[in-house]
């Protein structure tokens, strides 16, 4: 590449590299610094305090207790989202499934609406008088008398259920997209051959979808892990904390508390941390996951 070429290249990326640097290195840098400060908000930073507030975080009970519910709703709606999301996805992309585009506007309807206005749907719908309550005793079946919400065995199942429904559109469609990349003559050979469903399913589908299918439980899992504005508008974080999250309680911490905001900085970080080696774990997990199956032979 010639000189010209990477004055024009860098004059083309100046813009972005501006912008990206000043919205989010020094944001990220900043946040660094104020993590290892007792930083107070109306004040600025007080004085300096190096890794205090990393140990407050490590041995603040409150954390755990974030950290739990985080890992408890990022298990109970990551893969019930993705399976819930291949078997429609499969469904709408079988031969005989009609009006597919009316289908994928349906599906990724939920997915476009404002999550405030779906939380304060769902917050009327999970109410002592609402629609769950009254439909659960009609058919005689137990509910919670205060509420869904109010509960703390069930406010975080009710929270689950609603990002799962919101979710799952979103994530077919990008499965949708995996499976009409994949030839259809997979398949037909497949037929041919005498494949049942299954077999088909299993080494012919699953395998050519498998970098779909690692993108979007990636990107669900991190979704999850950054669960927010459930929480906020529906319980925040009650009751007992039995909705508090990772996000939410660096939320409180920072916006709340005019002296946390360095406790909050550091708590981002780990956060940002875990979020991050969960990540990696995944990809790992699955392209070695990848390599065995493409290693093994069809029976």
């Not at 004059?11 to 104020?34: D, E, N």
């Not at 190096?50 to 893969?79: C, E, H, M, Q, R």
């Not at 079946?141 to 975080?156: H, I």
Request: charged share 10%; proline share 5%.
């Amino acid at each position: 590449m010639q000189n010209s070429e990477r004055v024009f290249l860098l004059v083309c990326l100046a813009p972005w590299i501006i912008i990206f640097s000043v919205f989010w290195i020094y944001p990220l840098c900043y946040a660094l610094g104020m993590s290892m400060t007792e930083y107070h908000t109306l004040r600025g930073p007080q004085h300096y305090v190096g890794i205090g507030n990393y140990s407050s975080v490590f041995a603040d009970g409150l954390f755990w207790k974030a950290l739990g519910n985080t890992a408890l709703f990022t298990l109970g709606t990551v893969p019930i989202t993705i399976a819930l999301s291949l078997v429609l996805a499969m469904l709408v992309e079988s031969r005989m499934v009609r009006w597919r585009a009316l289908w994928h506007s349906t599906l990724l309807l939920p997915s476009v609406t404002s999550l405030v206005v779906l939380a304060l749907i769902f917050s009327n719908l999970y109410a002592r008088n609402g629609y769950v309550n009254a439909i659960l005793a009609s058919l005689g079946l137990p509910y919670p008398a205060r509420g869904w919400l109010q509960e703390p065995t069930t406010a975080l199942p009710a929270i689950m259920l609603l990002d799962i429904w919101a979710s799952v559109g979103y994530y077919t469609l990008l499965l949708v997209a995996g499976l009409q990349a994949i030839p259809r003559e997979y398949e037909d050979v497949a037929l041919l051959a005498g494949a049942s469903f299954w077999q088909r399913l299993r080494w012919v589908t699953l395998p050519l979808l498998r970098p779909m299918l690692t993108f979007a439980l990636v990107l669900n899992t991190i979704k999850a892990l950054q669960v927010f504005v459930e929480v906020y508008v529906m319980t925040r974080g009650g009751p007992l904390g039995a909705t508090t999250t990772l996000v939410y309680l660096v939320f409180v911490n920072a916006f709340e508390y005019v002296d946390r905001m360095g406790y909050a900085a550091a708590l981002a970080y780990v956060t940002f941390a875990l979020i991050g080696l969960l990540a990696v774990v995944q990809l790992r997990l699955m392209r070695r996951q990848r390599w065995s199956w493409s290693n093994s032979s069809a029976p």
